[in-house]
């Protein structure tokens, strides 16, 4: 669980060096005060990766699929064959609203 936050990619854009933060002396404190500081990242998030691929065709979608006849014991039939050649990703898309930073190490509501 976890795995998609940016710790386990090894960037951890919300801390210092991740040397000598103690948490005992009050870890989280320091943490902010160096992201209100020094720091210039923002917890926002303002653009993410698209799923979506482009066909040789030009349309968009998540998933391509070819029509394909089978003739088997001389009945025609009809099958869906994914297509996964020849897609090219849409790429970075911006966000319609800003989001926060899934690692942003802050408490937002506290039940």
């Known amino acids: 669980m976890g795995g998609s936050g940016s710790k386990s990619r090894g960037f951890w854009p919300f801390a210092g060096s991740g040397i ?4 005992a002396n009050g870890g989280n404190e320091q943490t902010l005060s160096r992201l209100r500081g020094s720091r210039s990242c923002t917890p926002f998030v303002f653009t993410r990766r698209s799923s979506l691929y482009y066909d040789e065709d030009g349309d968009l979608a998540h998933e391509f699929y070819e029509e394909t006849i089978v003739t088997k014991n001389g009945r025609k039939r009809a099958k869906l064959k994914k297509i996964q050649k020849n897609l090219i990703p849409q790429g970075m898309v911006k966000l319609d ?5 899934v690692d942003f190490p802050v408490v937002l509501c506290e039940v």
């Open 97 to 101: 609203h800003p989001r926060i930073h």
């Open 20 to 23: 000598g933060s103690d948490p």
